[in-house]
């Protein structure tokens, strides 16, 4: 993985971060053709009810559901990428050690948590709806709601297999010597 616009420099891989992006690439390589699916859904609702004067309640949750699980699968893929959300106001001034010790915190004291609460709190939510054998209350909308509940923990624990990569990638650049790291500075060893 090449530098990022927010890290300066290039993060060594591990064994463990290799087997882990490879599989989260994939998954989102994957879950990215939910978007095209999306979008056909989309022409033939708008087809129906603007041509045809028939609008259709389950193309209209269809389109909720591709939408949320195609969102929830690309969130481990985007951490993966590093293609999520920073705001770097200050960060962009520190050497890269700084930047790497800031984001191993970072991550380990807000992100995991946060991870480990969404965990903790989604199995009884998903746990209820299977038990219910959950279905829209609408009238005519979609049976499975139990099945779209269930990617909320199937993703945030790609989220945190994502997150247990990065970090492995991170302390592996924190904790090799000063000399395997050609693209950083040689004062950033301190």
Not at 28 to 35: H, I, M, T, V
Not at 52 to 73: P, V
Not at 104 to 129: K, N, Q, R
Request: aromatic share 14%; net charge positive; charged share 15%.
């Amino acid at each position: 993985m090449a530098p990022s616009a927010t890290f300066p420099v290039r993060l060594p891989e591990t064994r463990f971060s290799r087997t882990v992006d490879r599989a989260l690439y994939a998954i989102g390589r994957l879950a990215s053709w939910l978007w095209v699916v999306l979008l056909a859904v989309i022409v033939v609702n708008v087809m129906l009810r603007y041509l045809f004067r028939e609008g259709r309640i389950e193309l209209e949750e269809l389109q909720w559901h591709i939408n949320a699980l195609a969102f929830m699968l690309a969130i481990a893929y985007a951490y993966r990428v590093d293609a999520h959300i920073r705001i770097d106001l200050l960060s962009n001034r520190w050497r890269p050690r700084v930047q790497a010790w800031v984001e191993f915190y970072g991550t380990v004291l807000l992100l995991v948590p946060f991870i480990a609460a969404v965990l903790v709190f989604s199995w009884d939510f998903v746990a209820h709806s299977w038990a219910a054998s959950e279905i829209s209350a609408s009238p005519g909308g979609l049976p499975f709601r139990w099945f779209l509940k269930s990617v909320l923990p199937a993703a945030f624990l790609l989220l945190l297999l994502a997150v247990a990569s990065r970090l492995s990638r991170l302390l592996a650049y924190l904790f090799a010597s000063a000399d395997s790291h050609p693209q950083a500075n040689p004062e950033d060893a301190r």
